[in-house]
C-alpha cells in the first residue's frame, strides 16, 4: 500500500516503526522492479544526471528531465510513494520558482519533492509546503553542492560542523519536511541527528542507525560506472550479465542461429515471398 507524506513522517525506529526502504528509479521497469520487491519509497533523483544521462554532476539535469522520468516511472503505476528531486537551479532563484517547478513534478506524477540545503532553503520549504506540497529535506553531502564543497567529500567531520548539522535538520523539522535524507556523514553524526529528530531520517552513507536507507537503484544491481563509493552494497553484479547476453545475440546473429524456426512466424500455405 502506497504511503502517505504523514505515514512516512510517522515511521521513527525509535517508536517501533520498520526502518524506510528507499530505493531510486528513473523508468517502468525500474519502478515496477521496485514495487514488487516491496521497497517504501521511490526517488526520483537527480541522480538520474549520473547513472542514466552519463554526467560527471547532478547540475546538468532539468525540471523538464527529471519530470519526462517522473511519468516513466508513475506509468508503472507502482503501489509506492514517489518522490521526486527537485534539481539544481530549480529552487534557487526565489520561492514562486520553487514553488512553480514542485508543482510540475507533482503534475509529472511525484506524490513529494525533495530538495538540499538547510536554513538557506527555508523560506522556499516553507513556501512549497504552503502550496500543499508534502518536501523531504537531504542534508550532509549534498552533490548539488559539489562545486561548493570542492568534490564528493565525507561532512559534518569537526564539532562545529556537526552543530550546524543538527541547526539545519531542526531548522528543516520545525518548518515541517517530512523525512530528511542525511547523506555522507560519519556513524555517529547519523545516529546523533537521529535521535535529535522527530522525523524519520532516511540515510546514504550516514550508517546504520538512521530511520531508513536509501541506495541508487544502478550502484545497487552493479549497473554505474567506475568504483562504487564506500557507502554501496551491490546485491548483483549486472553488468556482466547483460554485456554477455548481448554479446550472445550479436554471436548468434552473426553466425545465423538466431532466429530459428520457432522464433518466427509461420508462413501461411502457399504464400512465395
Ligand atoms: O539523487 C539521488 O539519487 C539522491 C540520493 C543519493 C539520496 O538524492
Redesign the pocket.
Known amino acids: 500500500m502506497k504511503l502517505s507524506a504523514p505515514a512516512i513522517r510517522s515511521r521513527k525506529r525509535r517508536r517501533g516503526g520498520a526502518p524506510l526502504v528507499?530505493v531510486?528509479a528513473y523508468d517502468e521497469p525500474g519502478a515496477r522492479f521496485a514495487a514488487s520487491a516491496g521497497v517504501d519509497i521511490i526517488?526520483?533523483?537527480?541522480?538520474?544526471?549520473?547513472?542514466v544521462l552519463g554526467h560527471d554532476d547532478?547540475l546538468h539535469v532539468t525540471v523538464e528531465e527529471i519530470c519526462h522520468h517522473v511519468r516513466a516511472v508513475t506509468s508503472a503505476r507502482p503501489d509506492v510513494h514517489v518522490v521526486a528531486?527537485l534539481p539544481w537551479m530549480s529552487y534557487h532563484l526565489g520561492v514562486v520558482d520553487a514553488v512553480a517547478n514542485a508543482a510540475r513534478l507533482v503534475r509529472a506524477g511525484a506524490d513529494s519533492v525533495?530538495l538540499?540545503g538547510g536554513r538557506v532553503r527555508r523560506d522556499v520549504v516553507r513556501a512549497i509546503l504552503d502550496a500543499e506540497i508534502p518536501v523531504m529535506g537531504?542534508l550532509g553531502l549534498t552533490?548539488q553542492s559539489v562545486m561548493a564543497m570542492g568534490g564528493y567529500r565525507v561532512q559534518a567531520k569537526s564539532p562545529d560542523a556537526v552543530q550546524q548539522l543538527h541547526l539545519d535538520a531542526k531548522i528543516l523539522e520545525d518548518e515541517g519536511v517530512f523525512a530528511l535524507?542525511v547523506?555522507g556523514v560519519p556513524p555517529v553524526v547519523g545516529t546523533g541527528i537521529t535521535e535529535a529528530l522527530e522525523i524519520p531520517t532516511?540515510g546514504?552513507g550516514a550508517g546504520a542507525n538512521t530511520d531508513g536507507q536509501?541506495?541508487?537503484f544502478h550502484d545497487l544491481l552493479g549497473l554505474s560506472r567506475g568504483e562504487p563509493a564506500k557507502f554501496v552494497r551491490r546485491y548483483v553484479d549486472l553488468a556482466p550479465v547483460i554485456t554477455g547476453a548481448l554479446a550472445e545475440f550479436a554471436r548468434d546473429v552473426r553466425n545465423g542461429s538466431f532466429p530459428t524456426a520457432n522464433e518466427s512466424y509461420p508462413n501461411p500455405e502457399g504464400l512465395v515471398g
Open positions: 528507499m531510486t526517488l526520483v533523483g537527480d541522480s538520474l544526471a549520473n547513472v547532478t528531486d525533495k538540499e537531504h552533490p535524507v547523506e532516511i546514504i536509501v541506495l541508487v
